[in-house]
Structures are given as C-alpha cells and as structure tokens.
C-alpha cells in the first residue's frame, strides 16, 4: 500500500489537477492523507482521510499526517510519500521509487538551485511507513547548514536532514532535471518524473530573485541614488517584479489547466 500526505492551503484549484495525476502514474492501491486549511468547497470523498485543524506551519501538518498514517498502515514496509499541494508525477514514479529504496532508505527532491539547500524536500519525498518511525522523522526547520551564498540558514527538511546525518543515512537526491527553465527555482522538473510549481501557495518572489534583484540593483543603481530613496525605490521595484512573477505563474498553471502534457516544454 501507498500512503500520500498532502497540504493544500487557501485554495483548491490544485486538487483536481494532482489526483489526475496520481491516478494516472500509480498503479499500485495508495490512500491520500490530506491537510485543507481554508480550501472552499474540497472534493472529501475523493481522500482517504482530511483534516482542516487551523496548524499554520506546513512542516507540522506533515508531521502529524505521517503519525496518522503510521497508525492506519499495517505493514512497515508500506510507502510514505509526502507531496505539495502544487506537485505531482509527471511520469511512472513506482518503478523509481521501488529502485531507489533498494539501495537508500529515504529518496527526496534537493532543491541545489535554491541557493545551494541540501535538505530533502517535501515537495516530493518517498520512504517507507517503519523507517519513518524509527528515526521520528520531522520536517520542521532548525538545523543549519551554509549555503551557495555562505550563509548559515534553515528551512523546511532542515531537523531531517540532522536525523539523516545523525542515524548515518544518506537520501537519494532527486535534482532538477529541467532541459528549459522559465525560472530558476519555480516550475522545476525532478528526475524527469516529478512536477513542482513551487508558488501555489505562496509569493512567487523567491528567494533567488531577491537576492539577483537587489545585487543588480545595488551594483547599477544605488551608486547614484541617494541612499535616504534606496530603500524607498527597492520597495517599489520588488512590487513590480512580485506582479511580473505572478503574471508567469498564472501563465503557466493556465497551460496546465489546458494541456495535460505541458511539461513537454520543460524536459
């Protein structure tokens, strides 16, 4: 059996488009495990289990479907699959999944184009029911690693990657596998298998652009620019770039919406 945990938050225009995904590429019997937060009018019947607690942090929400799901398995050698809301296969993913365990105990998206984050991400993460159990598995932030950037930073995956590293296990990295990118970080391609839009729930202003942005802006303009308006003048750029980001994005779920292979462009 395959057990699916997945957040969707504020919105429910992704749930329809994920489970005809999943129906597509899995063909074993899998159960979906799913966290609405504010979702208007979500389709119940079409989840093995729900629940609309007001938990702000995604990391928790995961957590605490994974411990539902721990008790409703009854073999530990069940599949735990953890899934944004705004991602799905775009391929067969069982043969990948079945492949890799083999050899590793936990495989999950590492977004090294994030500025170098090498945690497991929970975009898309596979591992079985027992092992992620045995290392009380937690998504939550907190451990530290440097980034590209040199930076010492956390995210989401951040306490996994330290139960990892504590327990000697290393994960199988899925990595961007993009052949054309519209962005450097959203609508990522991983292993050729996995589709993650990345802003479906939140600003589309990454981190990458914030930090592109402002190096471009400091290095051409702020020479010039007086510094009591620089602060001023950078809150109305980003304001610009934050709308020609959202604009992408709408650009490219409507292209979801319309072409079920619309990932051909990507890969």
């Given amino acids: 059996?395959?057990?699916?945990?997945?957040?969707?938050?504020?919105?429910?225009?992704?749930?329809?488009?994920?489970?005809?995904y999943l129906r597509k590429h899995i063909r074993s019997p899998y159960r979906v495990y799913a966290w609405l937060n504010d979702v208007p009018s979500a389709p119940l019947d079409a989840f093995y289990y729900t629940c609309s607690e007001p938990v702000v942090s995604h990391a928790?929400?995961?957590?605490?479907?994974?411990?539902?799901i721990y008790f409703s398995s009854n073999r530990e050698d069940d599949i735990l699959i953890f899934l944004d809301g705004d991602a799905f296969p775009i391929g067969d993913i069982e043969p990948l999944i079945e492949k890799k365990l083999?050899?590793?105990?936990?495989?999950?998206?590492?977004?090294?184009?994030?500025?170098?984050?090498?945690q497991p991400h929970p975009c898309f993460?596979?591992?079985t029911v027992g092992f992620w159990k045995s290392i009380r598995g937690d998504w939550k932030g907190g451990y530290k690693w440097r980034n590209n950037e040199g930076r010492w930073i956390t995210d989401v995956g951040g306490n996994l990657l330290k139960q990892l590293r504590?327990?000697?296990?290393e994960f199988y990295p899925l990595l961007r596998s993009n052949k054309r990118n519209?962005?450097?970080?959203?609508?990522?391609?991983?292993?050729?298998?996995?589709?993650?839009?990345?802003?479906?729930?939140?600003?589309?202003?990454?981190?990458?652009?914030?930090?592109q942005f402002k190096g471009r802006f400091i290095?051409?303009?702020?020479?010039?620019?007086?510094?009591?308006y620089r602060d001023r003048l950078l809150r109305i750029l980003f304001s610009g770039l934050i709308a020609e980001r959202n604009l992408l994005v709408e650009r490219v779920f409507k292209k979801i919406q319309e072409d079920p292979n619309f990932y051909h462009d990507l890969i």
């Fill in 1 to 20: 059996m395959i057990h699916i945990a997945i957040v969707h938050w504020n919105t429910g225009k992704w749930i329809d488009i994920q489970l005809t």
């Fill in 60 to 68: 928790v929400k995961l957590n605490i479907l994974a411990d539902i």
């Fill in 102 to 118: 083999r050899d590793y105990r936990l495989i999950a998206v590492q977004r090294l184009e994030n500025s170098g984050d090498i």
């Fill in 125 to 127: 993460c596979a591992t």
């Fill in 166 to 169: 504590h327990s000697g296990v």
């Fill in 182 to 211: 519209l962005h450097p970080l959203l609508f990522g391609i991983y292993e050729d298998v996995i589709y993650h839009h990345g802003a479906g729930f939140r600003d589309p202003l990454t981190r990458i652009d914030r930090a």
């Fill in 219 to 228: 290095n051409n303009l702020a020479s010039r620019i007086p510094s009591r």
